[in-house]
Nanobody, 125 residues
Framework: QVQVAESGGGLVQAGGSLRLSCAASGRSFSSYDRGWYRQAPGKEREFVASISWSGGATFYQDSVKGRFTISRDDAKNTVYLQMRSLKPEDTAIYYC??????????????????WGQGTQVTVSS
């Protein structure tokens, strides 16, 4: 049975940093893209970042470019999201995807795969 579990969320002041982790189990996802979405209160879930199966390509939502870095460790079946210079508007539940594919048509999205339950990130002003 596949399980995807996020961790590392919490409360941080604006300008601070957090690193989210997402561990998958039940099968290997080394041949698939991995990625992150987020959902703020009252808003739709939105793409944050993804990384190709090889790790050679990364994709980001414009609002997080230069502040967030996605990486992966396939030996641990884990993907990370390093978040720096956090802003109150980054406050959201962050969800991890394993096994999806990244698409682009003016904006990025992930399709398919498995989702975790999410981890809360709160940035205070």
């Amino acid at each position: 049975q596949v399980q995807v579990a996020e961790s590392g969320g919490g409360l941080v002041q604006a300008g601070g940093s957090l690193r989210l982790s997402c561990a998958a189990s039940g099968r290997s996802f080394s041949s698939y893209d991995r990625g992150w979405y987020r959902q703020a209160p009252g808003k739709e879930r939105e793409f944050v970042a993804s990384i190709s199966w090889s790790g050679g390509a990364t994709f980001y939502q414009d609002s997080v470019k230069g502040r967030f870095t996605i990486s992966r460790d396939d030996a641990k079946n884990t993907v990370y999201l390093q978040m720096r210079s956090l802003k109150p508007e980054d406050t959201a539940i962050y969800y991890c995807n394993a096994g999806g594919s990244t698409y682009y048509n003016g904006s990025y999205w992930l399709e398919g795969g498995y989702w975790g339950q999410g981890t809360q990130v709160t940035v205070s002003s």
